[in-house]
T-cell receptor
Framework: GENVEQHPSTLSVQEGDSAVIKCTYS??????FPWYKQELGKRPQLIID?????GEKKDQRIAVTLNKTAKHFSLHITETQPEDSAVYFC??????????FGTGTSLTVIP | DAGITQSPRHKVTETGTPVTLRCHQT?????MYWYRQDPGHGLRLIHY???????DKGEVSDGYSVSRSKTEDFLLTLESATSSQTSVYFC?????????????FGPGTRLLVL
């Protein structure tokens, strides 16, 4: 099956700086890559996603890039704010209904 | 929240007792999932369902069983709870809308096995 690795496990940045979280996947059949944000005590919630026919996608301060050849994808958060502090999960899906998750990155934005 | 709820939200039980967690959805989605979330492990799939009475195992299915007798309900049973099953359990549904496909999660159930 698919194996998704996520790095780093923890990340601290100063408010206003950028944050980058990276994931790799193993199955070349994976074609959909969502990112989830989970605040403390809450459910994971989708924040952005990308399909394999697209190399980059942006939504305000967050962006995701995908390198199919290298089998890695990344989440970029610019101009970080304290409310960006949370755990972020990447995931990969190939058959449309099974998702494989990374182990999460705990992001702390220091005011 | 895609009409997905879980019950109970919190439960404390003793080792060896059976426990059933319920996931309920209101939008008639075909696919439903149970995950457990533990520090350092992210979200791990326990079981999933692709229709009424159609279920399959995930990567951490040992000690768990599921049932889906109605589209809207997906039950997770810990047959004989152990301390290693102390975790946060999330139910999820798969939504495909043409432009977006993803899993939406329920609010979670915190289970403590003493």
């Amino acid at each position: 099956g698919e194996n998704v690795e996520q790095h780093p496990s923890t990340l601290s940045v100063q408010e206003g700086d950028s944050a980058v979280i990276k994931c790799t996947y193993s199955d070349s059949a994976s074609n959909y890559f969502p990112w989830y944000k989970q605040e403390l005590g809450k459910r994971p919630q989708l924040i952005i996603d990308i399909r394999s026919n697209v190399g980059e996608k942006k939504d305000q301060r967050i962006a995701v890039t995908l390198n199919k050849t290298a089998k890695h994808f990344s989440l970029h958060i610019t101009e970080t704010q304290p409310e960006d502090s949370a755990v972020y999960f990447c995931a990969a899906s190939g058959n449309g209904n099974q998702f494989y998750f990374g182990t999460g990155t705990s992001l702390t934005v220091i005011p | 929240d895609a009409g997905i709820t879980q019950s109970p939200r919190h439960k404390v039980t003793e080792t060896g007792t059976p426990v059933t967690l319920r996931c309920h959805q209101t939008e008639n989605h075909r696919y439903m999932y149970w995950y457990r979330q533990d520090p350092g492990h992210g979200l791990r799939l326990i079981h999933y369902s692709y229709g009424v009475k159609d279920t399959d195992k995930g990567e951490v299915s040992d000690g768990y069983s599921v049932s889906r007798s109605k589209t809207e309900d997906f039950l997770l049973t810990l047959e004989s709870a152990t301390s290693s099953q102390t975790s946060v359990y999330f139910c999820a549904i798969y939504i495909f809308s043409g432009r977006r496909e993803t899993q939406y999660f329920g609010p979670g159930t915190r289970l403590l096995v003493l």
